[in-house]
Structures are given as C-alpha cells and as structure tokens.
C-alpha cells in the first residue's frame, strides 16, 4: 500500500541535542511538507520541497533544518537552536502543483 | 498575511444531531479550500472546495464554498461517535500548493 511513514512515533530529547524525524513516502508524489502541530494553533509549515535537491521555508522555519536527497525522503532535523521543540509533527506529500496533502501519522517530539 | 479562522472552535453534542462547522478566510491568490478529519494522528483528506456554490457530498458530510463571503461550512447530519475528531480547515494559494491552515474544530459527539 502507498502512504508515507514517520519514524519514530514517540521521541524524548535533552536540551541541547538535535534530533532527526525521519519521512519516507512512496507515493511517487514530488513535493514534501514538514508541519508542527501545537494545542489550539493548528499546522504551521515549517519547510517544503517539490523537487530533489531544493526546498523552501516555511512559516517557522528558524532552528530547524531539512534535506531532500532522493525523491521519497524529507528528513527533518531539530536543532537545538530552536527553542520550543516539543510538539507534534507531520510529514505530507504531493503532486505538485496539487492542493490535496497525504499526511503521515506523525512524531511527537518531548523535549526534557 | 493569509489567514484562516475556523468557527467554534470546540463543541459537543448527542449522537443523531446536526452539526455546522465554519471556516472563513483572507488570502491572497485564492486557489482551494480543503476539509480535512484528525483522529489523534494522520489528518484524513474529506472534500477540497475550488467553485462558489457547488455542494460536495459523502454520506452524511457535506461542504459548500461561498467565494463571495469568503467562508466555507461542513455540515455533518445524524452525527454519530465515529464523527469526534478534530476538523482542519485549509486554504491553498499560488502557484506553489502552499496551503495555510485554521486552529481546527474539535467535536465532540456523545452516545
């Protein structure tokens, strides 16, 4: 079955270390979107990509990092540069130039 | 900046009521306006809103767009416990799929 997995599911972190949320798709889909999700704030876009190689900012892009090496992977690494990290994220997909997002199940990041 | 205010944003009800769920917005270079259903995880796509006026249906959910107003409702009918989860509003803009989402409604549907 076609879908996008987000490993791992459940994550706990000391200030001051980066951690990597790892987004696998196989949906053939171009685009890919990382998303934080906080109580009462709905989704913010964090970074995008809809090609190999080239990704944007998003919204609230300050103290995370992303890369886009092969078509069906969008690691997104948390540094400790940002200063809320916890939270829960998700990774989608798309066609591109498409409005329709498939979402991954997500990773909720606890940072201790 | 774009925006996109959702309406209430909680509620409860029994199971067989109606329920009404709102969304406006303010963008610019209007593209679409998706529904999307969270259930603790993965957001479930329900209907994506492109003309004023075309009612989209499933089952017992339905949706219409009023790009005049600049709002969109869900409306969900003989609403059951299966229905509770938190309801995601979205618009896209440009070229580029960029979508901005609302803070969500989260309905709750008592037995």
């Known amino acids: 079955d076609g879908g996008i997995t987000q490993s791992p599911k459940y994550l706990f972190r000391k200030e001051g270390q980066n951690v990597t949320l790892s987004c696998e798709q196989n949906?053939?889909?171009?685009?890919m979107y990382w998303y934080r999700q906080d109580p009462g704030q709905g989704l913010r876009l964090i970074y995008y990509s809809q090609i190999v190689n080239d990704f944007q900012k998003g919204d609230i892009a300050e103290g995370y990092s992303v890369s886009r090496e092969k078509k069906e992977s969008f690691p997104l690494t948390v540094t400790s540069a940002q200063k809320n990290p916890t939270a829960f994220y998700l990774c989608?997909?798309?066609?591109?130039?498409?409005?329709?997002?498939?979402f991954g199940a997500g990773s909720r990041l606890t940072v201790l | 900046e774009d925006k996109v205010v959702q309406s209430p944003l909680s509620l409860v009800v029994h199971e067989g009521d109606t329920v009404t769920l709102n969304c406006s917005y303010e963008?610019?270079?209007?593209?679409?306006l998706l529904w999307y259903k969270q259930e603790k995880k993965a957001p479930t796509f329900l209907f994506m809103l492109t003309s004023s006026g075309i009612e989209k249906k499933s089952g017992r959910l339905s949706s219409i767009l009023d790009k005049k107003e600049l709002f969109s409702i869900l409306n969900i009918t003989a609403t059951q416990t299966g229905d509770s989860a938190v309801y995601l509003c979205a618009v896209g803009t440009g070229a580029n799929s960029k979508l901005t989402f609302g803070k969500g409604i989260t309905l709750s549907v008592r037995p």
């Open positions: 963008v610019t270079n209007f593209r679409s």
């Open positions: 989608a997909s798309s066609m591109v130039g498409a409005n329709v997002l498939t």
């Open positions: 949906l053939n889909h171009d685009a």
